[in-house]
């Protein structure tokens, strides 16, 4: 039995044509495209279309698959907004209510917990038998009241440039190896 090919898809071929297309106008899958670009390309697609091109061929030389163009006339050559962004959608049933961030930011910002972390607000609390939200709660809700920041009594982490040395003659600039190596990889010790 033959073996498959060499190729990067095991076709024989140096790699596979991709499998969908690349892309509405260039661009990754799923965005989102503007009325006055749709309006553009149904324009050249239907001029293309005129002067005896396939609709297919029109489409994948924009880079559109032909299924969004067809969903793009489905109603005529009237263009209508991308549904994704004129839905209204509900508000999760779980999302915290108003008093509940306001307990949260009463807890953080209490005498006790002002200088810790939530990692280790809600442990403690947890230890106590309490439950006020989760962590990723906590870091959320301090986040959107603009007081996630370095918290703790130990100083915050400087964004320093580190040092270089630049020797401009012998014996100015000294340095040692602090490479690991084996034991076996060692010279022996010289005594005496």
């Given at each position: 039995m033959a073996a498959?090919?060499?190729?990067?898809?095991?076709?024989?071929?140096?790699?596979?044509?991709?499998?969908?297309?690349p892309g509405d106008l260039g661009r990754k899958r799923g965005r989102l495209i503007s009325v006055p670009d749709r309006r553009l390309c149904?324009?050249?697609?239907?001029?293309?279309?005129?002067?005896?091109?396939?609709?297919?061929?029109?489409?994948?030389?924009?880079?559109?698959?032909?299924?969004?163009?067809?969903?793009?006339?489905?109603?005529?050559?009237e263009v209508v907004a991308d549904a994704r962004t004129t839905t209204e959608r509900p508000a999760p049933a779980n999302k915290l209510s108003e008093p509940e961030r306001q307990l949260i930011l009463e807890v953080a910002n209490s005498v006790e917990f002002a200088s810790l972390p939530p990692s280790q607000i809600v442990p403690t609390l947890a230890d106590r038998g309490q439950y006020v939200a989760s962590e990723s709660s906590f870091y959320r809700v301090l986040r959107s009241a603009s007081q996630q920041h370095h918290r703790g009594r130990a100083r915050k982490p400087?964004?320093?440039?580190?040092?270089?040395?630049?020797?401009?003659g012998p014996n100015q600039v000294w340095s040692w190896d602090i490479t690991w190596s084996t034991p076996s990889q060692r010279s022996p010790p010289v005594w005496g």
């Open positions: 498959k090919g060499e190729g990067a898809g095991g076709s024989g071929r140096v790699a596979d044509p991709e499998k969908k297309s149904i324009s050249l697609i239907r001029e293309a279309e005129r002067s005896g091109c396939r609709l297919a061929q029109a489409c994948d030389e924009l880079g559109l698959s032909l299924r969004t163009f067809q969903r793009w006339v489905q109603e005529g050559d400087s964004a320093r440039v580190v040092t270089s040395h630049c020797a401009t």
